[in-house]
DNA sequence: AGCAATTCTCTTTTT
DNA sequence: GAGAATTGCT
């Protein structure tokens, strides 16, 4: 069986991490709780929930105080909600929330921040204009010059949007003549000639904003802050993430009656997965830990985390300790998910101080194995160990790769991934924007194309769904009105609608809908494609072109310009929409190593290679860093150290892993962290693999 | 040939 | 939106 039997001295130290972890909550002694992955962070961190809860409720209550619990995303706000139970002394949200929370009601304050905010982005833009070397040619003109440029261009603003995203030569065209007669040294150099009209629009756009504050205009009353962008848009008041928290910071920072307003609602913070936050939130927590000392006011402040597992470039991972100091420190060493063989070489890869064990002491029985060979051995090496480890639907065999191109080549939706990472709008600025917009577990990320893709995957499906197909798209009121044969013969007229491509189950269902006299269907499709104007094959396939790329509007070309769209399989877009709901209805399951992290799985599938994406090398240097004294000193040994520490946790049983690139320079190394390196060839037997 | 301009090619994730 | 690779210009 395994992973079931634990000794009581084992059981005895672990709670004496946790009773020192309470002692700090009661002497209001904040405390960073590091350990590694398995190890049951969360579960320290409820349990210490539960302690200040029990001890202190009554009191809480009297002065209307409450603990903050902050996590780093809403899925683990809700985790630790369900796990803790529901209590009216705790609040749990992101930083975020919480922060927003506080500092929403601070208007003025929050509007003169905002003001500031936008006079130093106006003076960093003024800078580039006088120093960046892009722009020289633009600092020779005379004022009245460059008024006259920015005149012309603010009048074809419509126009250079639109061209925007042509290429060099078309762009330079539509462009108005008086630029290239009066300016065609400032154009010659296309790049150089957005950079600079861009930073003249913005500069334009945000002394507007400033002149809308100072007049009191409607709409420019208050600073709003919206989850759902991922930019600032300070000319329209409205900031995202980043600028919340350095809102936040500057309010904390700047006025004392805020800090005391904190301190004085939330004795005790406790942060999930500190690494992952921001530099800033740390920095929060420091001025309010030394405000709360300075006039001997209680306050505790505990981390949890593990700065190894830190894979993201904006968490504060070990610089925890710089910018909060005179933390104490808890930390715990035993593991509760794995089996020895895997905590060994996990110990291995982070390589530091921490230095698990097993809290069973029936944990032997796993296994980890490292092969080289090459990429087109990946399918073969994956079979093998699907079938080494007989996995199916209930305990599938989960494949980790570097990338998202990697996960959609194997689950089936490459072709996808790659129209969409063609398409216009993500090209330049916009291919960060890709995968959240076409991959996100969220629906409400999805982009608008992709979005419709999914309605209709999700009504593909549904009327296929062997019970009751169309429970779930009426509602009970819209049922009433259809007879039984009606609904009956409704339903086989959807499930009749398919094709071998995107284009052929469009063609089918607009055929159908031009014909269909039956309004049921018709409104089914309305709802689904939901189109502004008139629902046809055409206006769908236009809203394609306009979401996807922006600078076509011919309508003779749009077969042209989205046929690769078009001529996407059926059964890829199933695959993706399967993907996107985390339906592992599979056998083997393929994720990326960042998106697994907090969950674990039995048995284990790593394809990795020398490079993490246009990080070149990254591995590789890892590997060549190895046990090297000043490996730690090295940025990328340690990001290359915590993707591969995350990635190898999760297992709990059995891991191989098959490394695709030339291993001969780092063979010792990697050795030395995973066993004997075995060679994968495709023609390897069952028996010895 | 030498420099300038353009085009191509990239990673992960959350708020 | 940075850095490499390619094409274009003189």
Redesign the pocket.
């Known amino acids: 069986m395994g992973l079931s039997e634990i000794n009581n001295e084992d059981l005895d130290n672990e709670k004496l991490s946790l009773e020192k972890l309470f002692q700090c909550s009661d002497d209001f002694d904040s405390v960073v709780f590091n350990s590694g992955a398995g190890s049951g962070k969360t579960y320290a961190l409820v349990k210490s929930l539960k302690y200040v809860i029990t001890h202190n409720r009554e009191n809480l209550k009297i002065h209307n105080q409450k603990i903050a619990c902050i996590t780093?995303?809403?899925?683990a706000a809700e985790n630790i909600r369900q796990q803790l139970g529901a209590s009216d002394v705790v609040e749990v949200s992101?930083i975020?929330?919480r922060i927003w929370h506080i500092i929403c009601d601070q208007k003025t304050a929050l509007l003169s921040l905002h003001i500031e905010k936008l006079k130093r982005e106006i003076a960093y833009i003024d800078n580039q204009l006088q120093n960046k070397s892009d722009f020289e040619k633009y600092r020779a003109l005379d004022e009245e010059s460059k008024e006259q440029f920015f005149e012309i261009m603010y009048a074809n603003k419509r126009e250079y949007n639109k061209a925007y995203n042509l290429?060099?030569?078309e762009f330079k065209t539509a462009m108005p003549q008086e630029i290239h007669l009066q300016f065609a040294g400032l154009i010659?150099?296309?790049?150089k000639f957005k950079g600079l009209v861009d930073k003249l629009f913005k500069k334009k756009r945000y002394l507007d904003c400033m002149n809308n504050i100072e007049s009191g205009k409607k709409g420019y009353r208050e600073v709003t802050y919206d989850?759902m962008y991922?930019r600032d848009r300070l000319d329209k008041m409205r900031i995202s993430?980043d600028t919340l928290l350095e809102y936040g910071y500057e309010l904390v920072e700047k006025y004392p009656r805020m800090r005391q307003l904190i301190i004085d609602r939330y004795p005790y913070i406790l942060i999930d997965e500190y690494q992952d936050t921001a530099d800033i939130v740390v920095k929060i927590m420091n001025l309010l830990d030394k405000y709360a000392k300075k006039i001997h006011h209680e306050l505790f402040i505990a981390y949890f985390g593990d700065s190894v597992q830190n894979?993201?470039?904006?968490g504060v991972g070990k610089k925890l300790n710089d910018l909060h100091s005179d933390l104490s420190s808890v930390s715990k060493i035993y593991n509760r998910r794995s089996y020895t063989e895997v905590i060994n070489v996990a110990n291995k890869v982070r390589n530091d101080e921490i230095i698990q064990k097993s809290i069973y002491s029936d944990s032997s029985g796993g296994s980890v194995k490292l092969y080289y060979g090459n990429a087109k051995n990946v399918n073969n090496f994956i079979n093998k160990c699907a079938k080494k480890w007989k996995a199916q639907e209930e305990t599938p065999l989960h494949c980790l790769f570097?990338?998202?191109?990697m996960v959609a080549e194997y689950s089936g939706f490459l072709k996808v991934y790659e129209v969409f990472k063609n398409a216009e709008v993500y090209?330049?600025?916009g291919?960060?924007q890709l995968?959240?917009e076409l991959?996100?577990?969220?629906t409400i990320h999805l982009g608008k194309a992709q979005a419709l893709l999914y309605r209709l995957m999700k009504l593909y499906t549904e009327v296929r769904e062997p019970k009751q197909p169309l429970r779930r798209i009426f509602t009970t009121n819209e049922y009433r009105n259809i007879s039984f044969a009606n609904l009956k013969a409704l339903v086989s007229l959807l499930q009749s609608l398919d094709g071998n491509t995107l284009d052929d189950l469009l063609s089918v269902i607009f055929n159908q809908y031009s014909i269909s006299e039956d309004k049921t269907y018709k409104f089914i499709i309305e709802k689904i494609f939901d189109m502004d104007e008139e629902t046809s094959y055409d206006s769908v396939l236009k809203y394609f072109l306009t979401s996807l790329y922006k600078s076509w509007d011919e309508a003779i070309e749009t077969k042209v310009v989205i046929s690769d769209l078009l001529n996407i399989k059926v059964e890829e877009l199933l695959n993706w929409f399967h993907y996107i709901n985390r339906d592992e209805k599979k056998s083997i399951c393929y994720h990326?190593f960042?998106?697994t992290k907090g969950l674990e799985y039995e048995n284990v599938v790593i394809i990795l290679g020398k490079?993490?994406?246009?990080?070149r090398g990254l591995f590789e240097i890892y590997f060549k860093s190895y046990g090297k004294a000043d490996a730690g000193n090295s940025l990328k040994y340690e990001k290359g150290r915590n993707i591969l520490y995350v990635a190898v946790t999760r297992t709990i049983k059995n891991l191989r892993i098959l490394y695709i690139d030339n291993l001969e320079e780092i063979k010792n190394n990697i050795e030395n962290v995973f066993g004997k390196a075995y060679e994968f060839s495709d023609n390897i037997t069952d028996e010895s693999f």
């Open positions: 780093y995303t809403n899925v992101t975020h929330e290429r060099a030569a010659s150099n296309v790049s989850a991922n993430h894979i993201y470039d904006t570097a990338t998202n191109q090209q330049g600025i291919y960060k995968n959240s991959l996100s577990h969220d990326t960042h998106s490079d993490f994406g246009v990080d």
